[in-house]
């Protein structure tokens, strides 16, 4: 089945989505990008979506992308609320959601706003795990932070850039594909409106001494859900370490380190990630909680229980 892509319009806002359909399944997988991101990112594991044998679902987050970027709420909440709403409006019940960066946080938010909605969890140099991050992150949360982004990334500037990658390339030059992809990221920054988003979400998850939204103290309540950890070693935005002490606190949980890879390994090799994903949705039962559950280990975990 060929690649779907629509908008759909929730609370009177567009969201631009990609689908790949599957016959004779009921099991669905949402990829969620990071910040700066869009959809496209994932265009390498959609077009080998065959062999997951799923109906798989990419979105444009809020503020990303071909989705319209309002002047709004861009907290884990709000986007973990987005992403229930458009798998609800799809006819998705279950789903097993993958995270890359700031949608690993979102992942993370949405088994935690939504558990009987989230099958299983794929984090893939996932935000949200540790306060250590790249110092070019954590300037966005410096004052005037608006201006220098407007002045540095503006559609004059991602033009020359794209015309001295034209002429590299006329020389036999070629940036790695994981450049190009972070290039295309901070090049969505060249729009206002994605600028404003950026740095909303920005601030409200950083400051300069790195993350400070963490979702490490309440894994816990994830305990129960298949979660595959995906890195690339030499991560330069959020070192690989986090996804080494997430599995230390989640022993049943999986460790992919891809050697040789950054920040996109699902770009940099599709093959190996869509090879390691399928392995984990077919090894695995989705967890299918309840809500009866989380409240009973929350009980668990409470010292003043009595």
Known sequence: MTLQTRHITLHGRRI?????PAA?????????????????????????????????LALDLPGHGESD?????????????????????SGVRHATVVGHSLGGGIALQ???QFPEMCDRLVLVDSGGLGREVSPVLRAATLPGAQLTLALTINPATVAAARAATRVARLLGVSPKTETRELARHFG??????RRRAFLS???GLLDLRGQR????E?????????MLLIWGERDPLIPVAHGHRTAEVLPDSRLTVLENTKHFPHVADPDRFCLLLNEFVTETKPARLTLDDMVARLEAADPTDT
């Open 213 to 216: 939204a963490s979702a490490v």
């Open 16 to 20: 631009l989505l990609h689908e790949q």
């Open 188 to 193: 969505s920054l060249a729009d206002p409106a």
């Open 69 to 89: 970027a309002p002047r709004a709420d861009y907290g884990l909440g709000s986007m973990a609320s987005v992403v229930r709403d458009v798998l609800a409006v």
């Open 24 to 56: 004779e399944t009921d099991e669905a997988i949402v990829l969620l990008h990071g910040i700066a991101g869009s959809a496209e990112t994932w265009r390498p594991v959609l077009e080998r979506c065959a062999t997951l044998n799923r109906r798989v």
């Open 218 to 226: 309440k894994l816990y309540l994830a305990a129960d859900v298949p």
């Open 201 to 203: 979400i920005a601030r």
């Open 110 to 112: 949405f088994a935690y």
